[in-house]
């Protein structure tokens, strides 16, 4: 029956297999925008994951940690759509970038993509559309018409060009989904609501129309039923007629009431229109008509998402359980199924026509044939023409036409016939030609032309050779179009297109004889066929052999054209192209020597022969490229002294490439030749390479030469970059021995790497007439007092004063120390200080006189530099010093000068006196030298004082850390001194702190106390009485009343506070009493001294309501509630009722909280109090007042009311309150408590609530009314959330045949869903096994069926458990089930059905081990089945293990076709065993995939001749020709040894066979073995044995046969010679000499050049010479 369906269903893949989360199957999570990709949002553990399923490599899904809220796929290519709250971004995954983004003002709550470029996006109130191009931003297309609020948008459809827009969403109404559409025109921008649940648009071009047109296609169910409306949008084109309306019924079956169309695609490729439904029906209609062609269901599960199947025009979709699912029109049957099943041969010829189906071919033939018959040779044309697969399109078709007579005055049938075909599309072959060969015949080109423009003619090789005659370039065209190589190449060449040939054989993958096809391009001349050759080799495989293509172009002696053909070949320079560079490079330097110099020069090769190469460019006069190739030093060193005749600059750089020894060879050799000439260019080889070749070693190598000229450049041209100390010494040496004194006196100023001890000491030593170096060198390197006592020494004062007062002034100090040190005059001394004017430092100086006690020296230079104005600290501090060492005033200088540095000076004067110490350092703030100075001689007044003015935290800090010794004395004088005299409030301030600070709470009582307490100006400071109060608290708090009681100005709440958190509480009681702090005061009393007693009383004087509120509250904290209630009633309080009613609710004190709620009722209608008035009047019982309550005006919750007394059993109440209020759930409830079941029943009827119903029917179970309980649980069952429930209350219960007739009730149910189903089947495994078969059968696509799965397991039913694997598609398990239990569960027909399914293939082999147990009769049909997908190695192990081969002998046949090694070695054993050697030499002659050596070892031993013959076949077979022809002799098979004896082509084994034969006798065998292996066999031999053996007679065939073939062979070569000579005598003869460059004259032949013989190597048909010149006598 399937291959008679019109449509076919496929399933693509399992989203769940892909490790895809079935929650997240849905509409919700899943989009599928094309065929193209799948697109899942999925969290897998705390991490958010995109998951994009390419439908084209499905194994291998892309996930990528996203957190969106949407993702959509772009149709064509891999660019993803992000949503996030409004936030939407798109990004090309291929790229890793992101494409664009934008921030929405509303929410999308619904987008799309309508092409490959542009996302529609749909919010609450309009649609718009966003283009990726640019960075153009969503576009507002329409509003929502308001038909469509409420719904939930499903879909947004567009036709092609995006004119006609549909927007479709659906709702809940009236317990059915309404669809809801709004269509909308972009050029009329006019919007209509349409009722519709799925839509789509189509470009349809119809039967007669020159244009398409836009159809709009849409389905609804209704209230009326389901319709497909096919309309067209918009005004026909131009000459196009209008569609016709179409309206049809859309069928939906009985049980499917529910169900509504949910999507819709249509194939225009086939004219259908696809509709699925919720239900997972599949209805498929014509476009054109309207008419339904199939519906049926394909899934069981809704397909939620579909898109258009472009692969096969059909329609694609994913359902709930994950399923890819598609349908497509059976192009092969759906002609047939309309024909036949729906009896409507009209839209079969319609659909076969339109789509170019299959299945109408005996239709479009009779109809033909009558027209044909009737002479209406016009519409038989048309039929013919329009026929499906060009059916009516053959040569019969063409004779019958040819034959037919003209009609008077119209065109011959034949030309109709064409006409109707050319006017429909294109001819095939066959009509191609003949059409062709009259329009030739009568020449009319143009018209030829035309159809192959228009693609009219499929152009053919026969139709090509047709054209060919008439005209080579359209034949060319034809030929193309045909796609026949050889051909179009062939035309190429005759029409001289040769650089098209390598282009087209490259595109087709065609390979001719290329080297023919250059010698032919080169006979039309030289640089067409360098071109060509070039196009040959310029792919990484050439298409010619190299070789090859230069051997063509010596044959024509073009030089010029090689050199540019092989430097083109060779510019990628390979090693394994060594031969043709040599090749190349070599006829150049014979022939073109600048032309080789060129290419050495560029570098292009390496591979070459180097040596040959070189000694070449030698005699070509190329010595430098003869220097670039030499290896051998002797060769470098005769070449390299004539450096006249080398490029300088070449030359240096040739020197890189050397050794160090051979370098170090060659510039000595240079020297050596001629040291005056080569000197400047070994300066700069030794300059350059000085750090390979060693700079000590040149240095010894210019000194051997004693040339100290080149030693000071080549050591210049290097000292400035060389950090080597002998390097610059070195050179030092050369400028003086040069007279080069300047650059002594640079390098001596500029360079820091010489040794400056060995420079100082050369320079001593070298006595130059300037002492500038010398001096340079000593005041760098700090050599001053060594350079003094030089100068000094020598008589070269002179020097000294120029060193001090122009070199470097700053050295004065050392200066004047050294002549201090050599006893130099004082006066000398004082005039060389008062000359520099310079920079030098003062302090050094005064260092320096002050070592050797000659301090006083200065005094005048200092007094004087003072006078001047000199504000330098050096210069004051020496002044200082010697005022404080000759007592000069000191203190008041020290006070005065502001201008010494204090530090300093301070410091000297310690030991001296310590108060000028102090003066000195007060001056300069040098806090820790004066805190040192004080402690250590006691001056703790002046510090107390000096502590209090300066106001530094940190420094207080310092001193008053208790590990100073000195901490106590310090503190002493502040307090009586410093604090007594200051009046400054910030001193006091900062001294407070500094004490608070230290931590140090009794000295700072005692601080504080003398501050104010003893009437000072700070008495009456607030912070300070604080300060008091707070540090009395924390250091001695017996102190504390005394300071509140005596203080008054201080901050009361903040101190009390303070008081109550250091636990102070009656002095805080106190603080709050004394300031009428009434509140905080009682708050005292009860928080913290916790007497309730005192509190009252404190109530009872102050009578302040909020003193009582806080009473009340700590008496309801200690559970005193009826005094509580008192004193909020007292206060008048009632805000905390919420506290009172929880307190009189835990105690029951439901009189008093009725009391205090009737009080807060009147101050404020609370819904609170109110509501649990009406609580504490139910718990009082009073029922008549709660009633007269809720009656009147209220606030009250009274559901809550009635809530709580549910809870708590008071049902009476609950059902009055329950009552009012109409809560009919509640009140069932109630009822059932009270045990009025009927009642609540009914009342559970009014509340319609499941949780009601499930209530009831338990409280019916449990009081055995079954009927009520059915009653109620049909109410129940058909919410799947609720069915377990149900079930297992019945089932704990006991009570399982009511369960069953209650499930069995609901069955019927129009919400019947698939768990009841499921739960039934349970019962029945459990309870009633025999009626499960039954149910499964009419009930299966509707059950859970894992779950029934188990069920059936747990109860041992195997035949059940099978047919539910086989329904699950869990086919291994149903195998696994069958073996395990076959005598319930095996059928032999269904195990061969399910194991041709199953994913496992172990079980194909434990399933053959099964029936060869069990059924091994069977074996051989099982096997039939699995052989497509058995590893036949592997099954033919088994059997070979078992011992079972022959068994399945049958299946071994069947398979051995794919020549499997296993197979056919298993088989060839059978067969063996069997002695059927014509089976097993069919076996071995069909199938070679075995093991021939070791069946022949086997075969070599048996006992039949034919096997053992069958053994030399296969050593014959593997070449082992001396074990065949051994076998065949042994066994006398002569015939068998002769022919093998010849295949082997060995004459050691022809010539021994005849040997044997002759040895064996057999005459007649010599001479047929002469004949088989004529070839292999030495005439001398075979004469020599025949005359041995007297068998002249019997050779005498051979040697005629011998003659014959030697005497056609001398004929042959007579006449070859004859032939050669007559040509060599006719070819001209002619002598050219000189020689030419090769690149710049044409062909000339160049006569050759002694000692440089050709290459060796001539081309077949070419003889020597070599190329590029000829030898002539």
């Not at 022809?1525 to 021994?1552: F, G, P, R, T």
């Amino acid at each position: 029956m399937a291959q008679t369906l019109p449509i076919r269903f496929q399933e693509h893949l399992q989203l769940q297999t892909l490790g895809v989360n079935p929650a997240n199957i849905g509409f919700s999570c899943l989009t599928m925008e094309s065929d193209r990709f799948i697109c899942i949002r999925e969290k897998v553990g705390e991490q958010n994951q995109v998951v994009i399923i390419d439908l084209s490599d499905p194994s291998n899904p892309i996930r990528r940690p996203i957190t969106a809220d949407s993702a959509i796929m772009n149709p064509a290519s891999k660019v993803i759509a992000l949503k996030a709250a409004r936030t939407l971004q798109i990004f090309n995954m291929e790229m890793k970038s992101k494409v664009k983004a934008h921030t929405m003002t509303d929410e999308v709550m619904f987008w799309k993509w309508i092409s490959i470029n542009t996302i529609a996006l749909v919010t609450d109130t309009a649609v718009y559309h966003w283009s990726m191009e640019g960075d153009s931003q969503p576009v507002k297309i329409f509003d929502r018409h308001a038909s469509l609020a409420g719904c939930q948008i499903i879909n947004y459809r567009t036709d092609e060009p995006q004119k006609w827009l549909l927007l479709i969403g659906i709702s809940a109404q009236q317990n059915r989904v309404v669809g809801a559409m709004q269509l909308y025109s972009v050029d009329r921008k006019v919007s209509q609501p349409i009722e519709g649940h799925a839509a789509a648009f189509v470009q349809y071009k119809l039967e007669g129309n020159p244009n398409p047109s836009t159809l709009f296609c849409f389905a609804v169910r209704s209230q009326a039923g389901g319709k497909l409306h096919i309309i067209e949008v918009g005004q026909p084109a131009p000459g196009n007629q209008p569609f016709t309306k179409k309206a049809v019924d859309v069928f939906f079956p009985p049980e499917a009431q529910t169900d509504f169309p949910v999507a819709m695609q249509i194939g225009a490729k086939h004219g259908v229109i696809y509709l699925i439904t919720k239900y997972g029906y599949i209805h498929m209609y014509d476009l054109e008509s309207g008419v339904c062609i199939y519906m049926n269901r394909i899934s069981a599960e809704t397909i939620f998402v579909t898109a258009a199947h472009e692969s096969t025009s059909g329609i694609i979709g994913v359902n709930k359980k994950g399923q890819v699912l598609s349908v497509c029109v059976e192009e092969e049957n759906i002609v047939n199924y309309t024909t036949n099943v729906l009896q409507n041969p009209e839209l079969g010829l319609r659909m076969a026509v339109r789509s170019d189906l299959p299945g109408a071919e005996e239709l479009f033939t009779r109809k033909f044939n009558t027209l044909f018959s009737q002479g209406n040779y016009a519409e038989a044309a048309k039929v013919a023409a329009s026929a499906p697969k060009g059916v009516l399109r053959t040569s019969e078709t063409i004779r019958r036409f040819q034959s037919a007579p003209a009609q008077g005055g119209q065109a011959s049938p034949l030309l109709q016939y064409f006409g109707v075909l050319l006017d429909r599309g294109q001819l095939n072959r066959l009509e191609s030609v003949e059409l062709c060969r009259p329009v030739l015949q009568q020449g009319r080109m143009q018209l030829l032309e035309k159809w192959l423009k228009g693609e009219k003619l499929e152009c053919s090789e026969e139709l090509g050779d047709l054209v060919k005659a008439a005209d080579p370039t359209l034949a060319l065209s034809v030929y193309l179009r045909a796609n026949i190589p050889a051909k179009v190449i062939q035309c190429f060449a005759e029409t001289g297109q040769y650089q098209k040939i390598v282009l087209y054989a490259k595109k087709m993958g065609y390979s001719p004889d290329w080297i023919m096809l250059l010698r032919s391009v080169m006979r039309s001349g030289p640089d067409q066929g360098l071109q060509f050759a070039q196009m040959l080799v310029q792919d990484e495989e050439p298409l010619a052999n190299i070789n090859q293509v230069v051997d063509v172009f010596m044959e024509g002696n073009l030089v010029q054209q090689c050199t540019s053909f092989l430097l083109d070949v060779l510019k990628n320079n390979k090693s394994e192209e060594g031969h043709l560079q040599t090749r190349l490079l070599e006829m150049n330097l014979i022939h073109a020597p600048q032309v080789a110099d060129a290419i050495l020069g560029n570098q292009m090769f390496t591979h070459y022969d180097r040596a040959h190469i070189a000694q070449l460019c030698e005699k070509a006069g190329l010595l430098q490229r003869a220097l670039e190739h030499f290896t051998d030093l002797y060769d470098i060193k005769r070449a390299i002294v004539h450096t006249h005749l080398l490029n300088p600059e070449w030359l240096v750089n040739f020197f890189g490439s050397l050794s160090v020894g051979d370098s170090m060879e060659c510039l000595r050799a240079m020297l050596a030749a001629n040291l005056r000439q080569n000197l400047q260019l070994t300066v700069q080889v030794a300059s350059k390479y000085h750090e390979q070749l060693g700079t000590a070693t040149l240095v010894e190598l210019f000194e051997s030469f004693k040339s100290y000229e080149g030693l000071f450049y080549f050591l210049g041209s290097i000292v400035n970059f060389s950090q080597e100390p002998d390097v610059h010494f070195k050179y030092i040496q050369a400028a003086c021995k040069t007279g080069q004194i300047k650059e002594v006196e640079r390098i001596c100023r500029e360079s820091s790497c010489y040794d400056p001890e060995c420079v100082k000491n050369f320079l001593k030593e070298a006595k130059l007439t300037d002492q500038l170096p010398l001096i340079i060198v000593c005041d760098r390197f700090d050599f001053v007092h060594d350079l003094v006592l030089y100068l000094y020494r020598n008589n070269l004062q002179k020097y000294i004063e120029i060193y001090v007062q122009k070199v470097n002034p700053s050295r004065l100090p050392v200066v004047v120390g050294g002549l201090l040190d050599v006893d130099c005059s004082e006066d000398v001394i004082k005039s060389l200080i008062i000359a520099v004017r310079g920079d030098f430092s003062t302090d050094l100086l005064v260092e320096e006189v002050e070592k050797r006690n000659r301090l006083k020296l200065l005094s005048p230079w200092l007094e004087a530099r003072a006078q001047e104005g000199s504000e330098e600290a050096a210069t004051h501090n020496a002044l200082a010093k010697i005022y404080i060492d000759s007592n000069n005033s000191p203190e008041r200088f020290l006070r005065e000068n502001p201008y010494y540095d204090s530090a300093t000076v301070g410091r000297y004067c310690e030991k001296r006196d310590p108060h000028l110490a102090f003066v000195a350092y007060e001056r300069g703030q040098c806090d820790m030298e004066l805190m040192k100075v004080c402690n250590e001689n006691s001056l703790f007044k002046s510090e107390a004082r000096y502590l209090v003015r300066r106001k530094d935290p940190d420094l207080w800090a310092v001193v008053l850390e208790e590990n100073n010794p000195y901490r106590r004395a310090l503190i002493d004088q502040v307090v009586q001194t410093a604090l007594s005299e200051t009046q400054d409030p910030e001193e006091v301030s900062v001294t407070v702190k500094a004490f608070m600070t230290a931590d140090l709470p009794t000295e700072l009582i005692e601080l504080l106390e003398k501050i104010v307490l003893e009437n000072s100006i700070f008495s009456e400071h607030r912070n300070l009485q604080n300060l008091l109060i707070l540090t009395a608290i924390k250091a001695d708090r017996t102190r504390v009343m005394e300071y509140i009681n005596r203080l008054d100005n201080y901050d009361a709440p903040d101190i009390a506070n303070i008081a109550i958190s250091n636990e102070l509480y009656e002095e805080a009681f106190s603080i709050f009493k004394k300031f009428d702090v009434n509140a905080s005061a009682i708050q005292v009393l009860i928080e913290h001294i916790g007497n309730l007693d005192r509190a009252y009383e404190f109530a009872e004087r102050c009578g302040e309501g909020a003193v009582w509120s806080q009473l009340a509250r700590a008496q309801l904290q200690k559970n005193l509630v009826k005094e509580a209630i008192d004193s909020y009633i007292r206060a008048d309080e009632p805000s905390a009722y919420m506290e009172v009613v929880d307190a009189a609710s835990r105690n029951n004190n439901w009189e008093d909280l009725v009391k205090f709620l009737q009080m807060a009722r009147k101050k404020a209608r609370e819904s609170y109090v109110e509501t649990e008035l009406l609580f504490a009047l139910a718990k009082t019982n009073r029922l008549s007042e709660l009633e007269e309550f809720v009656n009147g005006p209220n606030n009250a919750h009274i559901q809550q009311v009635g809530d709580r007394c549910y809870e708590e059993g008071m049902f009476e109440a609950a059902r009055l309150l329950f009552n009012n209020v109409s809560n009919f759930a509640r009140l069932a409830s109630t009822l059932v408590h009270l045990g009025e079941y009927q009642a609540a029943v009914d009342s559970a009827r009014k509340a319609n609530s499941t949780r009601t119903w499930k209530e009831v029917c338990f409280a019916c179970v449990d009081g055995e009314e079954f009927r009520l309980a059915q009653i109620c649980g049909l109410h129940i069952v058909i919410h799947a959330d609720e069915l377990e429930e149900l079930i297992s209350y019945y089932q704990e219960r006991g009570y399982f045949e009511e369960l069953i007739m209650l499930l069995e009730a609901a069955l019927g149910l129009e919400r019947a869903h698939m768990g009841m189903f499921t739960e039934l089947a349970i019962l029945y495994s459990k309870y009633k096994p025999q009626k499960m078969r039954e149910h499964l059968e009419l009930f299966w696509s509707r059950v859970n069926i894992p779950k029934v799965l188990r069920a059936a397991e747990q109860a041992h039913l195997w035949a059940e458990l099978v047919f539910l694997y086989d329904k699950y598609e869990e086919y291994d398990n149903a195998i696994i089930t069958m073996i395990a239990h076959p005598t319930d569960a095996w059928r032999d027909a269904s195990f061969k059905e399910i194991i041709s399914k199953v994913a496992n293939v172990e079980l194909y082999y434990k399933s053959l081990q099964f029936y060869l147990e069990y059924k091994p009769m069977l074996l051989n049909d099982l096997l039939t089945v699995l052989a497509p997908r058995l590893d036949h190695t592997r099954a033919v192990n088994f059997f070979t293990k078992v011992n079972q081969l022959r068994l399945v002998k049958p299946y071994l046949r069947s398979v051995q076709s794919p020549n499997n090694r296993a197979v056919n070695e298993a088989l060839n054993s059978l067969l063996t065993e069997e002695e059927d050697f014509q089976g097993l030499r069919a076996s071995i002659d069909a199938y070679d995939n075995f093991d021939s050596i070791s069946l022949a070892q086997k075969l070599e031993q048996h006992e039949l001749i034919e096997f053992r013959r069958i053994a030399a076949y296969l050593y014959k077979i593997n070449q082992r020709w001396a074990q065949s022809i051994q076998l065949c002799k042994k066994d006398n098979l002569y015939k068998d040894a002769m022919q093998y004896a010849a295949e082997s082509k060995e004459s050691e084994h022809a010539e021994a066979l005849l040997r044997w034969f002759l040895e064996e006798g057999r005459r007649e065998c010599f001479a047929a073995c002469l004949f088989s292996s004529y070839d292999l066999l030495a005439p001398d031999v075979v004469l020599e044995l025949a005359w041995r053996h007297g068998l002249i007679d019997f050779a005498m065939p051979y040697f005629t046969q011998v003659m014959r073939e030697y005497l056609s062979k001398v004929d042959k070569l007579e006449e070859a010679e004859s032939k050669r000579s007559t040509e060599e005598g006719s070819e001209p003869t002619s002598v050219v000499y000189g020689q030419q460059l090769m690149l710049t004259t044409g062909q000339t032949p160049v006569a050759p050049q002694a000692g440089y013989p050709g290459y060796g190597y001539s081309a077949p048909g070419y003889a020597p010479p070599a190329y590029g010149f000829n030898l002539q006598p």
